[in-house]
């Protein structure tokens, strides 16, 4: 599904986060993107969610170069979540996730509502509905900011270090959670967490100073870490 | 949604601005345009219908006639009286103003229309043992500012302390505090003054000296000088400058018949404070409007000033900087006689660019506060960059920005106060001219404050209640 050829990515002040990296991320998977701080994995999901241009190299969504697709079909095939969730604090639950489909599919109010008011069942968060992000915990206000991405119904979803504000037990029942919700999107997990990712993700890589040290089950990656 | 209120809003400003723009529109061909301050009774004062009245607006209807053109006449301050005749703002000034050298250098006068003299007054008790000017060494003696007694004074008793006073008023308070020993004032105003405001000031020694009081014309407007001459000496021949003059100053008729100066009545205050704040409100929301409308783009400017913003941007910031360094005082006047512009549109367009770069400032401070996360997270929803700033951004922005955005909106409001610099019929100019015949400056500055007081203290009360109301709804800025 996301094919990465020969991706390089420097920075301003001649740091090199990405070095001619060569990838394909499956699908039906949550893939996990592991790596220490500086091993360049945020700079690659930044080159995947196209918030920065890489200098060299190509990202094709089944076989689409992501950077000659058009902004909005783009937007609505991949689905970003940052590690700061980002969620509209003037706005509420609700509002927070019809914002896009209303103005993107000029879907109107009340269906979109209806769909958003599915959309919370099945996160098993409905009763938030007409809570502002203030009034929120961390963990649910993660399945608010998925949730959120989630209702485009896009092909792939990247989530950039969702544990890092939840406590162990939160983080456990995150990762059943998401495995619940892989059936019908593709997760890419960017964590530093590799306890998570062993829960979490089935596939994934491990990154350092730009490049892949180890790709393939996650089992395998994760043994080969240790083992490193 | 805040944002989407403030859109509705939008159309309002628009309309009033075209309303301003007709207003601009005046004849003048037709027409005779004479200034004066209406603070100068007897000579030109709003009698008790709270229309102009006295002797100069009298002259002026007459010269008026015999020029065969509408009379017009707008009251303005005296300190830039010469200063509007030069930027053309009316064709003459018929407001008793004496003929001087320095003044010649930059008008020219009629003939003389009446002569006057200096006189000075000094409480009857004569504290001070003053019996003539002569007498007054080391004494602070007060004349009006911008009258030309004060020069006269400095040059031939350099030991008298001059002080100059806003108005006649002022100089009755300081008199019965006893902090000035006596005043210069031309003879017939003063003995008509006292009289009227019931003061026990008496005229003592000599005139000073006497003066010629003429019509000052622009430099350029000989044909109508010509006209003017013709005008006053017709009118000296066939007696009508005679009647005009006994009118106010003979002794016949005076005390009966139509009473030529006297107080208002209750209703006629009442009815020019209300009409004067009614001007003040709208010149106060025309303009702040106006500033919201444009301090959004400004704001803007101010924040995203790379790339091909940059140079704009630099120029916004250098702009807004300077209105925000220079006197609104200053401003005014530039525009009006700067700019040339009438004086509603000026004070309109000068607060509304005040009203603008304030509320930049404060837009500005919004923007960037919010959180950068906000833009990136609505730009990854796909939501296109105006979508991104109309639902994400601006809403967060303006609430940040309210506060502020309120403060200013009072600020403004107190700041109309100005306009009445410019000849503008406001709030304060209305009490001027209230006080300038009833000489209760006490009772209608404190109306007038009160007033303003009761628009801006509500305003006050809505910013606190509006900022808990955001905060009670569960948007809190970290």
């Known amino acids: 599904m996301i094919k990465i050829e020969n991706l390089s990515y420097t920075y301003g002040d001649g740091t090199q986060a990405i070095k001619n990296l060569n990838i394909s991320f499956p699908s039906e998977h949550i893939f996990a993107i592991m790596g220490f701080s500086g091993s360049g994995k945020t700079t690659l999901l930044n080159c995947i969610s196209r918030f920065i241009k890489p200098q060299q190299g190509k990202i094709f969504l089944d076989n689409q170069n992501i950077f000659e697709m058009d902004v909005k079909s783009f937007r609505e095939a991949i689905g970003v979540v940052f590690q700061a969730l980002n969620l509209f604090p003037h706005m509420t639950v609700l509002e927070n996730m019809t914002l896009a489909p209303c103005r993107l599919r000029r879907i109107n109010e009340k269906d979109a509502k209806n769909s958003a008011r599915e959309m919370l069942e099945r996160l098993g968060i409905l009763e938030l509905a007409d809570h502002y992000p203030s009034q929120v915990s961390g963990g649910q206000a993660q399945r608010v900011a998925i949730g959120r991405g989630l209702m485009l119904k896009p092909r792939l979803m990247l989530l950039d270090e969702p544990t890092s504000a939840l406590d162990a037990r939160t983080t456990e029942d995150f990762s059943r959670w998401i495995r619940e919700l892989q059936s019908d999107t593709n997760f890419i997990v960017v964590t530093h967490d590799l306890e998570f990712a062993r829960t979490a993700a089935s596939k994934g890589m491990f990154m350092s100073e730009g490049e892949i040290v180890e790709s393939g089950n996650i089992d395998g990656v994760l043994r080969h870490i240790k083992r490193g | 949604m805040c944002f989407i209120m403030s859109m509705k809003r939008l159309k309002v400003p628009v309309l009033l601005m075209s309303m301003v723009c007709a207003i601009t529109l005046s004849a003048t061909s037709d027409e005779f345009v004479t200034a004066l301050t209406g603070k100068f009774p007897p000579f030109n004062y709003y009698n008790e219908g709270g229309d102009l009245a006295g002797f100069d607006v009298d002259v002026s209807r007459e010269i008026a006639k015999r020029l065969k053109k509408e009379l017009r006449i707008v009251t303005t301050e005296w300190d830039g009286i010469i200063a509007g005749l030069l930027a053309g703002k009316y064709d003459a000034i018929v407001a008793s103003m004496a003929i001087t050298p320095e003044r010649k250098q930059s008008v020219n006068f009629s003939e003389p229309y009446y002569r006057s003299g200096a006189q000075m007054f000094v409480h009857r008790d004569n504290p001070n043992h003053i019996y003539s000017i002569d007498e007054c060494s080391g004494l602070r003696i007060a004349v009006v500012l911008g009258e030309t007694y004060q020069q006269f004074l400095e040059k031939n008793y350099p030991d008298i302390e001059v002080v100059t006073l806003k108005s006649t008023v002022s100089i009755f308070e300081m008199m019965e505090q006893q902090r000035i020993a006596g005043f210069v004032t031309d003879r017939l105003v003063g003995l008509w003054q006292i009289k009227n405001a019931g003061r026990s000031f008496v005229p003592v020694g000599e005139m000073l000296y006497t003066e010629s009081i003429g019509i000052p ?65 709208l010149i106060a929301f025309l303009a702040i409007s106006l500033g919201f409308l444009f301090s959004i783009p400004t704001g803007l400017l101010l924040v995203y000033n790379s790339g091909f913003w940059a140079l704009p941007s630099r120029i916004i910031r250098m702009f807004v900087d300077f209105i925000r360094g220079t006197p609104v005082l200053i401003q005014l006047l530039f525009v009006w006689l700067g700019l040339g512009l009438k004086a509603f549109p000026a004070a309109i367009i ?56 309120m403060n200013n909106v009072v600020a403004l409001i107190k700041d109309t106060a100005l306009v009445s610099i410019i000849s503008i019929p406001e709030l304060i100019r209305e009490a001027q001219s209230i006080i300038s015949v009833t000489f209760e400056p006490h009772k209608y500055y404190l109306i007038a404050a009160l007033m303003f007081f009761a628009v801006t203290f509500p305003l006050m009360k809505l910013s606190g209640r509006i900022e808990r109301a955001i905060q009670a709804k569960g948007f809190k800025h970290d």
């Not at chain 2, 006994?246 to 030529?260: D, I, L, M, N, R």
């Not at chain 2, 009203?355 to 506060?369: D, N």
């Open chain 2, 350 to 405: 000068t607060l509304g660019i005040c009203a603008m770069c304030y509320m930049a400032e404060a837009v500005r401070a919004g923007l960037i506060s919010v959180a950068p996360g906000q833009a990136l997270a609505a730009r990854a929803l796909g939501l296109s960059s105006f979508d991104r700033f109309r639902f994400v951004i601006w809403p967060q922005a303006f609430r940040i920005a309210l506060p502020s955005l």
């Open chain 2, 217 to 281: 014309v622009r430099k350029d407007s000989n044909k109508l000088l010509k006209q003017i001459n013709r005008s006053i000496s017709d009118m000296k021949v066939d007696g009508t400058m005679d009647k005009i003059y006994q009118k106010y100053f003979g002794t016949v008729g005076v005390a009966e018949g139509e009473s030529a100066v006297g107080g208002m009545t209750f209703s006629i205050i009442a009815n020019k404070l209300l009409k004067g704040f009614a001007i003040t409100l």
